[in-house]
């Protein structure tokens, strides 16, 4: 299944999970590769392979987002891609398994969580900024201050792509110059970019 991953053999996987949904279990195994651009591949798949599995098997997808969240939430583990798997899986869906993103934001309260799930929160205002804006997606403003350079810069492009001109006031403060690494999901790799940069984007968004 690795070897399948890599080479992004998406029909051959989907197949093999409409075959046997116990694959979901092995699957999930990889979202702990030491690799993270390889565990951001594996999340991808995972929601595309959810898309064409949940009309299917609709339980065994909740059953499978639930097994992620206990995943993610036990002490003794670590979340690693499980929490931007379960993004990707309401990024690929979309109203059908929305309810857990109320899961996703009480992740947030932990600073060890915030990028994965900034991550996962990035990837559905891409596709479905609707979902977020039925949830509490201010609440990300009220982090700005006191986190990491790239969860800034993951908040300036969740707020572009839900278009909201109304936290404009927020980023006042925010040092234009920082520099960071975000995870371009176009070509599969971390890029560097400033703060300043994603304001622009931020501006074009809203304007």
């Known amino acids: 299944m690795e070897k399948l991953i890599e080479k992004q053999e998406l029909e051959l ?13 092995v699957i999930q195994k990889l ?4 690799d993270p651009v390889f565990r951001k591949k594996v999340a991808c798949i995972i929601g595309k392979i959810c898309e064409k599995m949940e009309k299917i098997y609709p339980e065994k997808i909740i059953d499978f987002i639930k097994r992620l969240l206990y995943a993610s939430a036990d002490s003794a583990a670590s979340a ?10 309401i990024r690929n869906t979309g109203e059908r398994y929305s309810i857990f993103l109320k899961n996703l ?12 799930v900034l991550y996962a929160f990035y990837r559905i205002s891409e ?14 403003v009220d982090l700005l ?23 404009k006031s927020a980023f006042s403060g925010l040092n234009p110059e920082k520099k960071l690494k975000i995870f371009d999901y176009s ?5 560097e970019v400033t703060l300043g940069e994603l304001l622009k984007i931020f501006e074009k ?3």
């Open 187 to 191: 070509s599969f790799q971390f890029k």
């Open 105 to 116: 934001f009480a992740f947030l309260d932990f600073p060890e969580f915030r990028p994965s």
């Open 80 to 89: 690693w891609g499980a929490l931007e798997a379960v993004g990707e899986i």
């Open 145 to 167: 201050e006191n986190v990491t350079p790239e969860e800034q810069g993951l908040i300036i492009l969740i707020f572009s792509n839900l278009g909201s001109r109304e936290v």
């Open 13 to 25: 996987l989907t197949a093999y999970h409409l075959k046997e949904p116990l694959n979901l279990n």
């Open 205 to 207: 968004a809203v304007n």
């Open 31 to 34: 979202l702990y590769h030491p």
């Open 127 to 140: 596709k479905h900024p609707e979902l977020l804006k039925k949830e509490s997606y201010l609440k990300l």
